[in-house]
């Protein structure tokens, strides 16, 4: 095989591991903030509002999950760490809420964690959860109310969607390196991985077929 040859097919290679690269790369979630919690070390991201599914998805491409809360600090530490980033991102009035982990998608009334974790904290007003709609099956605290008059600082169901007038922002919790949440490969390493393996292998067979070409002196 020419070396013209060899360089050609090289490329060819390259250019669909580059395309295979760019197709398994997750969306770019869009982050509105990012912190750190002292008492954990565990990185929180607040996303744009969605929906929950929409913000569970979002979380598990960052490498984590919406927030499993397990004490009354880390819950203070998610509410007044995001809750004024929360309220400058929605519209100027209605209700503002910030997705936690926590749902009954499974089993109405039997609420569990999206990160699989078993927490058993939770901080719901008196009156929640309460299921009035029959799809109020996502859990967070509210931030904002539908008026000033309405309490606000503890968790309460809501429905998925924003039917209700409820816009509601993702809180992602990332425990880097973690048995849940292990560092999720970069495609761009293994392109350039491929792409300096690929070049040493034609530049050692390049190098072969000059030797072997070369006038031999008897």
Not at 42 to 49: I, R, V
Not at 77 to 104: E, R, S
Not at 130 to 148: C, P, W, Y
Not at 177 to 189: K, R, T
Request: with cysteine; glycine share 8%.
């Amino acid at each position: 095989m020419s070396y013209i040859r060899l360089r050609a097919r090289c490329c060819a290679v390259l250019l669909g591991l580059v395309i295979i690269a760019g197709v398994t790369r997750p969306a770019q979630a869009t982050v509105i903030d990012t912190q750190v919690f002292a008492g954990n070390g565990h990185t929180y991201k607040l996303l744009a509002s969605s929906s929950w599914q929409a913000a569970q998805d979002e979380a598990q491409s960052l490498g984590g999950n919406l927030v499993t809360v397990n004490d009354a600090a880390e819950n203070a530490f998610v509410y007044n760490t995001f809750k004024q980033k929360a309220i400058d991102a929605a519209p100027a009035t209605g209700k503002v809420n910030l997705w936690l982990g926590t749902n009954d998608t499974a089993t109405e009334g039997t609420w569990l964690w999206a990160s699989g974790l078993s927490s058993t904290f939770s901080d719901w007003f008196a009156d929640q959860p309460q299921d009035t709609f029959g799809d109020e099956d996502f859990g967070g605290i509210r931030v904002r109310g539908r008026n000033a008059s309405v309490p606000v600082g503890k968790w309460i169901d809501i429905v998925s969607d924003n039917r209700l007038g409820d816009v509601s922002f993702g809180v992602v919790e990332i425990v880097s390196g973690s048995v849940e949440n292990p560092p999720a490969p970069e495609p761009a390493s293994f392109v350039l991985a491929a792409l300096g393996a690929t070049a040493l292998i034609a530049h050692r067979r390049a190098k072969r077929e000059r030797t072997n070409s070369a006038p031999r002196v008897f």
